[in-house]
Structure formats: C-alpha cells, structure tokens
T-cell receptor, first 118, second 112 residues
Framework: GAVVSQHPSWVICKSGTSVKIECRSLDFQATTMFWYRQFPKQSLMLMATSNEGSKATYEQGVEKDKFLINHASLTLSTLTVTSAHPEDSSFYIC??????????????FGPGTRLTVL | AQSVTQPDIHITVSEGASLELRCNYSYGATPYLFWYVQSPGQGLQLLLKYFSGDTLVQGIKGFEAEFKRSQSSFNLRKPSVHWSDAAEYFCAVGARGNKLVFGAGTILRVKS
C-alpha cells in the first residue's frame, strides 16, 4: 500500500515551453501533497505544499507563477513548469501525506521526474 | 528552526559488516523522525519512522534506528550490510501536518 506514482518519469523539452508533471496517490487519499526539487548530489528542497481544493503554499524563493501547482482531487496533484529554461532542469519529486492510514501521518514519495530543458 | 545534520557525506563499509549512519536534529518540540533511502535516479523509500513510544524502531530491510532525546540523535543501524544496500540515505524531521526537513544525505558504498 501507500504507492505514489509520477508521470512522466523523464521529459526533455525546448526552452520556452511548458511541462506538466502529474503526481498520483494510487491506493490512498491525500489531502496534502508536496513538491520537491533535487539537484545532482544534493538533498531535497521543498518547493511547495499542495492542498486539495485550495491554493498551494510556496516556499520562500520559489516563483509561484513559474511553478504552477494544481491539486484538483484527493489523488492527483500537478506541477507545471511554465516557460522552462535550462536552469529549471532538475529532478522533481512529489510526496503525498497519508492521513488515513492510522494514528500517524507519513509522506510517501513518488519515483521522481527528470526534467531536461534544452 | 528545524534542521537535520548528517555528518557523514560518504561511508564505505564491507559487505557483511555492521553499519551506523548518524543523524542529529534540531527541533523545539517532540520530533517526528524518518529515514528514507534513495537509489540513483529513483524516488525515496521510507525505511522507518519514529513518532512516539519505544525509542528503538524497526524498519524494513533489516534496518533499525534509535531515538535518543538527550543527544538529539536518530542514528540508523544495520547489523550486516548487503551489497544491495548501497544507496543514499536521508534523515528527515517533521511535525504532524508540517513539511519535512531533510538532511544532506549520506552515500553508502558497499565493498565486496
């Protein structure tokens, strides 16, 4: 149980285009999902917290107009990188918080999406 | 502010040897603590977590971790390492409903 999927697993796009990444919780409902960015050989940096039915909360320094987050249902959140540039190339990982699994809540992570902007 | 320190960037152990990965945290309240493992190009897999109760926590793949409040530590251990354990390990601290703060990670290499 507690499986999170991401699609696509990797994507290559041209500079100036937009890319959408999907994050799905497959066997549980997630009122909250998180989007992280990971640079090579570095730790995960939280970009934003996505709450179902409301606006995402962005971390300081993250451009909300560039990284659009939509959490339209209890099992799906999307991250759209708008007008992508080479510096946006990174590994993007989502996680979903399972609040229905018992007395504690835990984040379960997707497999990540490798974005390369040419 | 919450923070997590993993003092060791790289650790190399021989297959079959014991392993301990260090993690120290800073958090004002009772912490929720996690260990995750990441293989190259993959997402994170939860190894174990501590929320309350017994301070020695058992996880998957034969890993365990011990919460020591007096030392603000949550070290990960395994009695006998397998080559398949080679990966990067992240310690994280979080509070209920809040975001996770990750350490910088420790890369484990296993030599045969």
């Amino acid at each position: 149980g507690a499986v999170v999927s991401q699609h696509p697993s990797w994507v290559i796009c041209k500079s100036g285009t937009s890319v959408k990444i999907e994050c799905r919780s497959l066997d549980f409902q997630a009122t909250t999902m998180f989007w992280y960015r990971q640079f090579p050989k570095q730790s995960l940096m939280l970009m934003a917290t996505s709450n179902e039915g409301s606006k995402a909360t962005y971390e300081q320094g993250v451009e909300k107009d560039k990284f659009l987050i939509n959490h339209a249902s209890l099992t799906l959140s999307t991250l759209t990188v708008t007008s992508a540039h080479p510096e946006d190339s990174s590994f993007y990982i989502c996680s979903a918080r399972d609040v229905g699994g018992g007395p504690t809540d835990t984040q379960y992570f997707g497999p990540g999406t490798r974005l390369t902007v040419l | 502010a919450q923070s997590v320190t993993q003092p060791d960037i790289h650790i190399t152990v021989s297959e079959g040897a014991s392993l301990e990965l260090r993690c120290n945290y800073s958090y004002g309240a009772t912490p929720y603590l996690f260990w995750y493992v990441q293989s190259p190009g993959q997402g994170l897999q939860l190894l174990l977590k501590y929320f309350s109760g017994d301070t020695l926590v058992q996880g998957i793949k034969g890993f365990e971790a011990e919460f020591k409040r007096s030392q603000s530590s949550f070290n990960l251990r395994k009695p006998s390492v397998h080559w398949s354990d080679a990966a990067e390990y992240f310690c994280a601290v979080g509070a209920r409903g809040n975001k996770l703060v990750f350490g910088a990670g420790t890369i484990l290499r296993v030599k045969s």
